[in-house]
């Protein structure tokens, strides 16, 4: 078997260049991140095969290319403040750490909160911001976030998520009425406007909560 380096690059030559996904920057956090770490031992030899994975409680971790695509979209820059919603197994999180962003997390999933946390200070993402709640109100007092990335599909867009994106500042949220399959919206606030672009077909776990299913 190849050494998890070698599947890294072919993962990233395979899935995310060949498809477009050819941001430098986030080549480099994605060869940074050891994401097999971030799957149970014994599906570490799968970890960077073109597929979301279980991490238990019925979630996921998410297709490489889906996180690689959705960290270029969103077009940050270092030292901005991202807001993820759904922690889940924390690699999309540490991704936008080592992009350098200012990063703040919500799972509402006490155990894989718990898991992650661990996790993402030993491999020193310590500066990443978790907490354990209902994604889709936010974190009011952490915000206004330049930047917000939900990674659970819901049936609409969380309203305060909208009011706790900075303006000027982008949004990327799976939006859909069908539990299987959402289609990955921007969000963009400008000049107090608010607009939604539809991007791609996708498919999410569930977005659960108070704006959520
Ligand atoms: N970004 C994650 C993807 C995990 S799957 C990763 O890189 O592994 C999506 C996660 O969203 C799940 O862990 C699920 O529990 C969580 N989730 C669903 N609804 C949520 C909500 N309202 N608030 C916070 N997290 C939520």
């Known amino acids: ?28 956090a994605m ?5 097999h770490l971030f799957v149970d031992e014994a599906l570490q030899a799968s970890a960077y095969e073109d597929h979301p994975l279980p991490i238990g409680f019925g979630q996921t971790i998410s297709q490489p290319f889906v996180v690689g695509l959705m960290s270029q979209l969103l077009q940050a ?29 919500v799972e509402r999933i006490r155990e894989l909160h718990l898991r992650t946390a ?4 030993n ?6 911001r978790l907490r354990v709640a209902d994604g889709t109100l936010g974190w009011p007092e952490a915000g206004p976030f330049e930047r917000i990335i939900v990674t659970a599909g819901g049936p609409v867009v969380p309203q305060p998520l909208v009011d ?9 949220i799976p939006v859909g009425q069908n539990k299987r ?5 921007l969000v963009y606030k400008e000049d107090g406007h608010v607009t939604c672009e539809p991007y791609l077909n996708v498919s999410f776990v569930d977005l659960v909560g108070n704006h959520g299913w």
């Open 181 to 185: 399959s959402q289609t990955l919206t």
């Open 31 to 35: 060869n940074a991140v050891p994401r």
């Open 77 to 105: 820059e270092k030292g901005m403040s991202v807001l993820e919603i759904g922690t889940g197994s924390g690699y999309q999180a540490a991704v936008l750490a080592e992009l350098g962003l200012c990063v703040y997390s």
């Open 1 to 28: 078997m190849l050494g998890f380096q070698r599947l890294r690059e072919k993962m990233i030559r395979e899935q995310l260049v060949a498809r477009g996904v050819d941001d430098p920057a986030v080549l480099a």
């Open 164 to 172: 706790q994106l900075a303006d000027p500042g982008m949004l990327i």
């Open 123 to 128: 491999l020193k993402y310590g500066r990443v």
């Open 118 to 121: 661990r996790l993402l200070r």
